[in-house]
């Protein structure tokens, strides 16, 4: 139980650094993508996220899907990584900036968002509903790409009938939408004085490695090097 409440409380800590990291500065980052193109890369993963995507207090090249990119180079397979993570991004605002999104080529979608959500107190249906309509827009526009749904924590002041509910949104709408699904990103991470940075919250490059391991694992055998 402690683990668990730890674990919630980073989730909750993180969502108030990305809440006041969100500025304008931020708000012209949402305008772009970070991609790591590799030579002769033929097909396209997106990563949709928050801070934990973007990499906040990290090098570009320190964030877990550009790690994800070098184990995809390490294999020699044909993809390229683009992080379109923005720090302090509800459901709603990923929802809001995906027309953008959509008009590149991707093969796989990697969806990452909700802790905002939770950190706010946002309705779980809203949320839902957000990330189910972010579902349904990539399926509609690239219905050949394969979907990866991130799932999230919400903090454990909420009480056990919302955080139940939240936790509950995303093996759901994984089953809904028969999509392969990362139980949870910050899984050995979250509460872990030495895999965080400064402010206790955001992986340090280290902790960053167990983030890309996370999500290695569930994204290694959707790729295939044709």
């Known amino acids: 139980m402690l683990k668990c409440t730890a674990v919630l409380f980073t989730v909750l800590a993180c969502g108030r650094a990305e809440q006041a990291d969100s500025s ?13 193109a590799t030579p002769g890369a033929v097909k396209t993963i997106v990563f949709i996220g928050t801070s934990l995507t973007a990499g906040l207090g990290l090098e570009p090249e320190q964030a877990y899907p550009a790690l994800i990119q070098e184990r995809i180079d390490e294999a020699e397979l044909s993809y390229r990584v683009v992080n379109a993570g923005v720090s302090g991004e509800t459901s709603a605002g990923a929802l809001r900036r995906l027309e953008w999104l959509l008009r590149q080529p991707m093969d796989i979608v990697v969806i990452e968002t909700g802790a905002n959500d939770g950190l706010r107190a946002l309705s779980v249906n809203t949320m839902r509903a957000n990330i189910d309509s972010i579902i349904s827009r990539v399926k509609e526009t690239h219905p050949k790409a394969r979907i ?25 709408l994984a089953d809904e939408h028969d999509l392969t699904l990362v139980p949870f990103l910050l899984e050995g991470v979250a509460a872990q004085e030495a895999l965080n940075q400064g402010d206790g919250v955001h992986p340090n490059a280290a902790g960053a490695r167990i983030l890309a391991d996370n999500v290695w694992k569930i994204l290694r055998p959707l790729l295939t090097d044709s």
């Not at 304008?24 to 970070?34: F, L, P, Q």
């Not at 749904?149 to 093996?171: H, I, K, Q, S």
């Open 24 to 36: 304008a500065g931020n708000e012209a980052r949402s305008e772009g993508v970070s991609a790591t």
């Open 148 to 172: 990866v749904l991130v799932g999230m924590e919400a903090p454990t002041n909420l009480g056990t009938r919302y955080t139940g509910r939240f936790r509950d949104v995303y093996p759901d």
